[in-house]
């Protein structure tokens, strides 16, 4: 059997041991991972195997004209609370990940946003059972969601995703 190094999507998180996923760190690197997130001042604030969670700090930097939080600011939050809920749900196999790939989104924009924001997403648990039970390397069919509610939890905006995950498993040299 060959073995095969892993690139890609999961090496962004080099110190993870999938045999004791330590989350804070799945947190705190993806914290860190996406630039514009950080330019528009975004915090992912949870990850675990269940969900993301990730803020919108209140502010001007993140408004409109309207005085609303930008749907640009809110579709970053929501498309990093994604990406990290994949990881977090997905830590143990994130070493066979090659690249997470968003395919298409849809939004919809609820009430006004105003003032910090919160992201909350997840990923399909079924199809997610595909890529952690995967035994050969292989692309993937994989959806999520993000509710994002304000400090009154009024659910402000939800999105949807679709994404594409390749596998590369050690031993599989298609």
């Known amino acids: 059997m060959t073995t095969r190094e892993i690139a890609g ?23 860190d991972l996406v630039p514009f ?8 604030t949870e990850v675990s ?12 930097t993140v408004g409109n004209h309207m005085g609303t939080v930008h749907a640009g600011a809110l579709f970053t939050a929501a498309d990093i609370g994604g990406a990290a809920a994949f990881v977090g749900a997905a830590a143990t196999r994130l070493h066979t990940v090659e690249r997470l790939v968003l395919r298409t989104a849809t939004a919809s924009y609820r009430k006004p946003a105003m003032g910090r ?3 909350i997403a997840t990923v399909d648990l079924r199809e997610l059972a595909e890529v952690l039970t995967a ?19 009024v659910l402000v905006a939800k999105f949807t995703f ?5 596998l590369a498993i050690a031993g599989d040299d298609r």
Not at 135 to 150: F, P
Not at 162 to 166: E, F, Q, T
């Open 37 to 44: 997130g950080r330019h528009i001042g975004t915090a992912v």
């Open 9 to 31: 999507f999961a090496s962004a998180y080099p110190e993870l041991d999938p045999a004791a996923v330590d989350y804070e760190y799945l947190r705190a690197v993806s914290h």
């Open 162 to 166: 679709d994404y594409v995950c390749d």
């Open 135 to 153: 035994t050969v390397s292989g692309r993937h069919e994989l959806s999520g969601k993000a509710s994002l509610l304000d400090d009154r939890d």
């Open 49 to 60: 195997a269940e969900r993301a969670v990730v803020e919108i700090p209140a502010g001007d």
């Open 117 to 119: 924001i919160r992201a």
